[in-house]
């Protein structure tokens, strides 16, 4: 993959990924790479059929393998409460605990645990158990018969989850010259982070500590002290290196108390790693949506009215929150907004986050209506997206803390060479004879915010210790962090150690919603100011570290600190350490914040096979200050390349006979090989945000994919004539 970038860092410090080394050469240690003595192995057994119960579960077969120490069933009752669902004030990714009892809610959901002295003769005997089912109807399909549907308000009775409403857009829509109305569908997708599910349990002395690649230590420590009936203080959660997440992480995994429990049993350590079909049963996933958009526009392209209407897939036995038009309302100044989400019952686990889990797919649905309107129209989409730019916010009527969309779309079509693109669909060859199409889109995330903790420690030999709240899970945390400690002080970023992702070290809430380093960086700014009083510096400028310390006549200065997101009550803190969600944004006390991102993409089609390249892609993100350059560029790339999976690649497909889900491999769920990716161009505007925080960060990780698939497909557009409302675009689909 070629790539560029350009972006000028503030200060000198050096701009690299502080783990780089450590990780490329293998000195990290993930969740399931601990090894401690005596160790045992788990593996999990899922049901066959997709609802119902079992009747009868025979483990003669599986305990006669040589090896195995224990086969649970659902018959064993396992002694756990139910962690309670992350969105209903609980830990997990779903309220459902297996082999509690004999009820299956989805195929694929754990019907056995086996624990053995060998991996492989735990895998045997989970093949061994022999399980009988009674099954139930079930519906798997947002149409299909006995899925439910309901509307979120109704579902789920929270203010920031009710319908969002501006003026009359009904009235507006039906009186507007031009309009649009389309319905856009995506499809269930699943995370396929490098590093498995998994982890290491063992209990030295009444203390359970957990070894296990996370998002969210702290869910892991609270839900499980929840479902064991133990104090928190007796968890300790170890995640200092998360291998992806993408959501998929963010809370306790169903299968942790299972593998603590007979870990106690059994008095060893005990792994369970999932196998990759199993994280794709046994994991949260992104749900089937369908999108109706209707919007309305003068004949100068200035948009009048928008409505979205949103359905979302979500589990029989909990409400995954549909946030779509959160985001959608926020996109341009539209004088009247309607949004409407429901929710849809069906036999699954329980959905969840995946990156840019709503933005993803409603500004698919809205940015490729936007290209709908602006032919309608016939104006130029760059224009008709700068017309409609705007500084305060649609839905609340604050203004935007910083908002720089329209430098994102302008330095984007400058470097893309937009100007030289000819409007008509179909117009455009590449010197090889294959169809040619220029697509843009915009996209937005909202910059939200959690309470953190820091502790500082400078000590007479120059180097500085933080410990903070915060998981790395590949997005370059550590160098966000590590770079404004060197910048701050004036030290070498080497000098700086990082801890993170330890609940010895700090409450360690949820890091997702790429509000991480807007949350952490905060917590730090705000500890090395304290830092510096107790090293009697000046509040700004180089320090000489060890000077200072040895002057005060101490081995160490120490610092610990508690930082709240701009304008919120001490009650979020106490949320954070509870392990609850706890998170502000994106409207604040006086205004509203998201970060912005235009990408500007080229895609070639074969015309014989039809097959679809990505050969270019330029984006230009607004994530306020650029905190760490070489890992922000990072993070865009790896989103524009989610992106093009979004489009062209990703779908978890589902046979409605039986449930579960199909493609459930590597091979057989595609993602973006980089054959599949060509040049992408990443650029920042790198403008401090002034509100939202003291360091000026807003987030970044998501924003990146948002808006990619659907220049994708309006690049198909203007290459073929044939307007794409499906993800992911097939052959057929351009045929
Ligand atoms: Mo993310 S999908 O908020 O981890």
Request: with cysteine; glycine share 10%.
């Amino acid at each position: 993959m070629r790539t560029s970038q350009e972006s000028t860092p503030r200060e000198s410090t050096p701009d690299v990924r502080v783990d780089a080394r450590d990780k490329v050469t293998g000195a990290v240690r993930y969740g399931a790479d601990r090894t401690p003595d005596g160790m045992a192995f788990a593996m999990l057994a899922g049901a066959t059929i997709d609802r119902g119960r079992v009747v009868e579960a025979d483990t003669a077969a599986a305990r006669a393998v040589p090896g195995v120490l224990l086969v649970q069933t659902p018959f064993d009752h396992a002694e756990l409460a139910s962690p309670g669902f992350i969105m209903a004030g609980g830990y997990g990714f779903q309220s459902l605990q297996p082999l509690i009892d004999e009820r299956v809610a989805y195929r694929g959901q754990p019907v056995a645990l086996v624990v053995a002295d060998t991996l492989v003769a735990a895998v045997e005997a989970a093949h061994l158990v022999d399980v009988r089912y009674q099954a139930e109807p079930f519906a798997v399909e947002l149409d299909a018969e006995g899925a439910e549907t309901i509307p979120q308000p109704e579902a789920i009775p929270l203010p920031f989850l009710a319908d969002a409403a501006v003026g009359d857009a009904d009235a507006a829509f039906a009186g507007s010259p031009v309009q649009v109305d389309q319905t856009y569908e995506l499809p269930r997708q699943h995370q396929a982070p490098m590093e498995l599910i998994g982890g290491v349990a063992e209990w030295r002395g009444d203390t359970l500590v957990v070894h296990e690649g996370t998002q969210n230590a702290a869910a892991i420590r609270h839900g499980l002290a929840k479902q064991l009936g133990i104090d928190p203080a007796r968890v300790e959660v170890r995640a200092p290196y998360t291998g992806g997440g993408f959501g998929q992480k963010n809370s306790l995994q169903p299968h942790i108390g299972l593998v603590a429990l007979a870990s106690r049993r059994l008095g060893r350590p005990v792994k369970l790693v999932l196998g990759r079909p199993q994280t794709f049963h046994m994991a949260s996933f992104r749900p089937a949506s369908r999108h109706r958009i209707r919007l309305g526009a003068d004949a100068s392209g200035r948009l009048t009215a928008a409505i979205h209407e949103a359905d979302q897939q979500t589990s029989r036995h909990d409400l995954f929150p549909a946030m779509y038009t959160e985001t959608t309302a926020r996109l341009y100044g539209v004088p009247s907004f309607r949004g409407r989400q429901r929710l849809v019952r069906t036999d699954t686990q329980t959905p969840g986050y995946m990156r840019a889990p709503f933005e993803h797919p409603g500004v698919f649905a809205f940015e490729s209506a936007v290209d709908e309107l602006a032919y309608a129209g016939g104006t130029d989409p760059v224009a008709l997206r700068l017309a409609n730019d705007t500084g305060t916010d649609p839905l609340t009527g604050q203004r935007f803390s910083s908002r720089h969309l329209a430098e994102c779309l302008r330095r984007g079509a400058d470097r893309f060479g937009w100007a030289a693109r000819s409007p008509e669909p179909g117009s455009m060859r590449a010197g090889d004879g294959s169809l040619m199409g220029w697509g843009v889109a915009a996209g937005a995330y909202p910059a939200d915010a959690t309470p953190a903790e820091a502790h500082l420690s400078a000590g007479a030999d120059g180097r500085v210790t933080v410990e903070v709240d915060g998981h790395e899970m590949g997005q370059g945390i550590r160098s966000a962090i590590a770079r404004l400690v060197a910048g701050d002080l004036g030290i070498a970023a080497n000098a700086v150690t990082v801890a993170i992702g330890d609940t010895r070290l700090a409450p360690q809430h949820l890091t997702a919603g790429s509000w991480g380093t807007a949350s952490a960086l905060p917590a730090v700014h705000a500890g090395l100011r304290e830092l510096r009083k107790h090293l009697d510096v000046a509040d700004e400028g180089p320090v000489d570290v060890a000077a200072a310390v040895g002057a005060t006549g101490r081995a160490a200065v120490d610092v610990r600190v508690s930082n709240l997101p701009t304008g919120q009550s001490p009650e979020l803190l106490d949320r954070s350490r509870a392990g609850l969600v706890a998170v502000a944004g994106p409207d604040y006390p006086g205004f509203v914040t998201f970060s912005f991102i235009a990408h500007f993409v080229e895609v070639r089609i074969e015309p014989t096979t039809r097959r679809v390249r990505v050969p270019r892609v330029v984006s230009v993100a607004d994530c306020g200050r650029v905190a760490s350059p070489v890992t922000a560029a990072s993070q865009v790339r790896g989103g524009v390349v989610w992106g093009i999976g979004g489009a062209l690649r990703e779908g978890s497909e589902v046979d409605p006979r039986f449930g579960g889900f199909v493609n459930a491999t590597l091979e057989e769920y595609p993602i973006p090989v980089n054959a599949d990716v060509g040049r992408i161009e990443v650029d920042f505007v790198d403008e401090p945000d002034p509100l939202m925080n003291p360091v000026g960060v807003k987030g970044l990780g998501e924003v990146a994919m948002v808006g990619v698939a659907p220049a994708i497909g309006n690049a198909i557009f203007h290459a073929t004539g044939r307007r794409q409302r499906r993800l992911p675009i097939r052959i057929e689909d351009v045929l």
